[in-house]
């Protein structure tokens, strides 16, 4: 079964750092772009970042440019979102999932595949 799990999150206090990881099971991440999206209570999901299948492009929210950083460990089948200087704002679960549109799907465009969803992780940022 083809499954994603998230985890690094907490709380932190701002301007703090975390590391979100996405480890793939059942099946190889290096198949797929994968994004990150995000939803805080109250709000509509937001796609955050993605990494494109062969991690030659990225991409990255206007809210996040400059403080967060994606990439991928093949050889552990996990994708990483690094999250520094984070702010309040930042604070919602942060899902996984993959994208066949290769990134399209983080920009906002809906998707005609089946795509693969974590669980989230719950990231809380507050003094």
């Known amino acids: 079964q083809m499954q994603l799990v998230e985890s690094g999150g907490g709380s932190v206090q701002p301007g703090e750092s975390l590391r979100l990881s996405c480890a793939g099971s059942g099946f190889s991440l290096h198949y797929y772009a994968i994004g990150w999206f995000r939803r805080a209570p109250g709000k509509e999901r937001e796609g955050v970042s993605c990494i494109s299948r062969d991690s030659e492009d990225s991409y990255y929210a206007d809210s996040v440019k400059g403080r967060f950083t994606i990439s991928r460990d093949n050889a552990k089948n996990t994708v990483y979102l690094q999250m520094n200087n984070l702010k309040p704002e930042d604070s919602a679960v942060y899902y996984c999932?993959?994208?066949?549109?290769?990134?399209?799907?983080?920009?906002?465009?809906?998707?005609?595949?089946?795509?693969?969803w974590g669980q989230g992780t719950q990231v809380t940022v507050s003094s």
């Open positions: 999932a993959t994208d066949q549109t290769d990134c399209t799907v983080a920009r906002g465009a809906p998707t005609p595949y089946q795509e693969f």
